[in-house]
Every structure is written in C-alpha cells, then in structure tokens.
C-alpha cells in the first residue's frame, strides 16, 4: 500500500475467494479502506476483496453487493455511518448508487479529488511500473486541476437510447439508460439542447458537440452509422494558436481547456530545437505535430494515425505545413513495416487507452531518439509502458498529472522519457 497527497491507494491484492462469501444483493457494513483504480475504493469482509464506489477512504458505510466474482466483490456504499471530512454532497441528483454511471466522484470535495488521482497515478507506476515512492516522490507527482472548474465543462456527450425512445445516460458497468433532466457536467450548450426531453425512434444513441469554436451538434446513431440532426456536419476547435475544423465524428479532446494544455505541456518537457526531427503517433488531427512544427521549422514531422476522420482531418488542417507528412497506418504497423523509419530526434507518443504496447516501445527505443513525451489517458497501462521503457534502460524523467476529467476518475498524464545518459 502507498500514500501520496492525503488518500491511500490499494496495491489490490487479489486472494482466493472464501467458500461462503458475499452474495449478490447482499448488504454488509464494513470499514472502508484505500482508494483503486477504476473509482472504487477497496475493503475487506472476512478476507474476502470488496471494490466500493461512493465511498472514501476511512469511512464506515452499509454496503450492498452488485456484482460477485471469483476472489472479489462489487460494492456500492447505500448508508454512510461515519462520513470522511472530505464528503460532500454531490451537486448531480443522479450521481448515486442505482443511478447514472457517468461521475465517480461526485461526492468527494475537489481538493481530495485531485489526491485521490494522484495517489491512484503513484500506486500504478508502483505496482506495474516498478517504479519506488522514493522515485515518485523525486519526480513531485501530483495531478493538477483545469480552468473552469468542476461542472459544465464536457464538451461532447454520448446519450444512450432506451426501449421508450428517452435519451439518458448509462448505469455503472450495465447497459441499462437512466432518464436524467440534465448532465451537470455538460457544457452549457449541451445542457440547453432538447435531446432529453425528445423521442428518438430510429436511434440507438445521440451524440452532441459543442465546440471551443462555437459549434453545436446533434446527430443521431442509426445502426452505427452517424445522422446529422442539427448544427454543422464539420465543427470548429481553436487550439495551439490555430483553428482546426474537423468531421463531428472525429476525436477531439472532452474538456475545452484540454488541448492547449496538454500541448504546453508536451513542448515544455520535450523543448524542441529547430532542426529537430519528430514523430506525432496516433496522432488525430494533428494537434500534436502542429505544436513540433511550430518549434523546429522546416524539419521533417511524420504523423502516424489509423482513423480515416482523424487521417482527413490531419491533411486538412496541416496542409500549410508542407514538413509534416500524414502516413495513413496503425503504429505498430507503420514501424514494423517500416513505413516510417529512424533516427528521428523527438516522439510524442499519444496512444488509445489501452497503451502503445511492448513492441511499439521496443520499435521506438530502436529509433534512437533523444526524448519522448508519452501522453496518456490510463494510468495502467502507461505503468506497462513505462516498465518497457525502463526494462529497455530508459527512464521516466518527468511527470504531469491534468484533471482533464473532473467528477470522473480519469486523469491524463504526460510523461517524459529519456534514455541512458550518453547515448
């Protein structure tokens, strides 16, 4: 177990399961202990493993069993007997057990939510990373809050459509859609659509989007194809000095402070020099390679990504960048075939959630550059990839944690890696 800024964090440990254990539905008091990841936090019930959400740490709560599997239990804390200081009431009525799925932390005070993310970031590095708390404690890990504040900032919502034709939000872990009035943490925009108060017959969920350039969308998921409703079919973003305008169904970053953010944070770990060249993988739109090019001038940027949206909308916006080159590939298979080659200077390594993986590390390591910014979106899996570039005798130099997702239990990293000194 580790302690980092105010909140334990398990190392989850998982025994065998008891002959008679919890069963489902079943509720149990019990002394909550360290926060995990995945917004739970982790107690114990006669050895028995008990994952809890809408708890926090040291708290004594009834807690009813939701889901039963080998070694470990699902919980949700239904009563809380002996509050923690850092409870407060949740500003969403839907933020509860039984209720919509989308926050995780609505009922913890904002300061202690940052803790609660760092320390969930430092137990990761700890236990799947191999990395030492002295080490993280070199490195000043902490997770830092965005402009904006908690509500109103999620500036693309995904509702669901139930059997009566309501748009809702999910329960946690089911597919069942709660009827909710309004996403607190919806941008303002998004909050004034109708889309929860209309029917949607032909759909099976409704997407909406409102832009950092004023842009508001509706469009509608018929059979997994995407219906324009309302609002332009491209939208507007303003970030890194430059407008991007990209297909609604492109990726682009929830939170409206997001981008700018995190590109800051990627020039100022990796200090690109002009001559300098460099790689932007999985890298969407551009954002990324847009930041490079603007620090080393006429040098070769290479984008790599898979997504067509994401591969358009790339030559599109950064076609007065002639130095850039988009390569239409996933990663793994742009470096295995070679479709981009090294030496290359500088990488920004943006993968999706589940991690670049060992051989995309090993392929980078191979192309002998002087740095890398790893940005990334789970704690777990940038731990596996940070233990693959340690293994290979790179280290993490330096870290920054963004609460890039605020009420939820997602926290955005970027990380700087480095190789052996004298390389």
Not at 77 to 106: K, W
Not at 129 to 154: I, M, S
Not at 202 to 221: F, H, K, R, Y
Request: glycine share 10%; hydrophobic share 45%; aromatic share 4%.
């Amino acid at each position: 177990m580790t302690e980092s800024g105010g909140q334990r964090t398990a190392t989850t440990p998982v025994p065998p399961a008891p002959e008679r254990g919890l069963a489902e539905a079943e509720r149990v008091e019990l002394t909550v202990d360290a926060v995990a990841p995945g917004g739970h936090c982790v107690a114990r019930v006669d050895g028995q493993v008990v994952f809890v959400r809408h708890a926090l740490p040291g708290e004594r709560v009834i807690a009813e069993v939701t889901e039963v599997h080998r070694g470990f239990v699902r919980a949700d804390a239904v009563t809380v007997l002996d509050p923690s200081p850092d409870r407060v009431e949740p500003p969403c009525p839907y933020a509860r057990p039984g209720a919509c799925g989308g926050c995780d932390l609505q009922h913890v005070a904002p300061g202690a939510q940052l803790a609660w993310k760092t320390a969930v970031v430092r137990e990761q590095l700890v236990r799947l990373g191999g990395l030492t708390d002295v080490e993280l404690d070199q490195l000043n890990v902490r997770v830092e809050a965005l402009p904006g504040g908690l509500l109103g900032w999620r500036s693309r919502v995904r509702y669901a459509v139930d059997g009566a034709d309501r748009a809702g939000l999910l329960k946690h872990r089911s597919h069942e859609v709660v009827p909710i009035d309004r996403c607190r943490i919806a941008h303002p925009a998004i909050q004034q659509l109708p889309v929860l108060t209309e029917r949607w017959p032909a759909a099976e969920a409704v997407e909406t989007i409102a832009s950092t350039g004023g842009d508001v969308t509706v469009t509608e998921i018929r059979d997994g194809v995407p219906t324009p409703v309302s609002g332009p079919a491209e939208v507007r973003e303003v970030a890194a000095g430059r407008d991007w305008t990209l297909p609604a169904s492109a990726f682009w970053q929830v939170h409206p402070a997001a981008a700018d953010t995190l590109c800051t944070a990627v020039l100022d770990l990796l200090d690109p020099q002009p001559g300098e060249t460099g790689w932007d993988l999985y890298g969407g739109a551009g954002l990324f390679a847009a930041a490079l090019a603007g620090r080393v001038g006429d040098a070769r940027i290479t984008l790599v990504e898979s997504s067509r949206d994401g591969v358009e909308a790339a030559r599109a916006n950064l076609a007065d960048l002639p130095q850039i080159e988009v390569v239409a590939a996933r990663v793994e298979t742009a470096l295995t075939r070679r479709r981009i080659t090294g030496p290359v200077d500088v990488v920004v390594l943006d993968p999706p959630r589940s991690g670049a993986g060992a051989q995309v590390v090993r392929d980078i390591v191979a192309a002998g550059p002087r740095a890398v910014a790893y940005v990334a979106c789970d704690p777990a899996a940038f731990a596996r990839d940070v233990r693959t570039f340690t293994d290979l005798g790179w280290r993490l130099a330096a870290l920054r944690g963004f609460d890039l997702f605020p009420m939820t239990q997602h926290v955005e990293q970027v990380g700087l890696l480095l190789p052996p000194a004298g390389r």
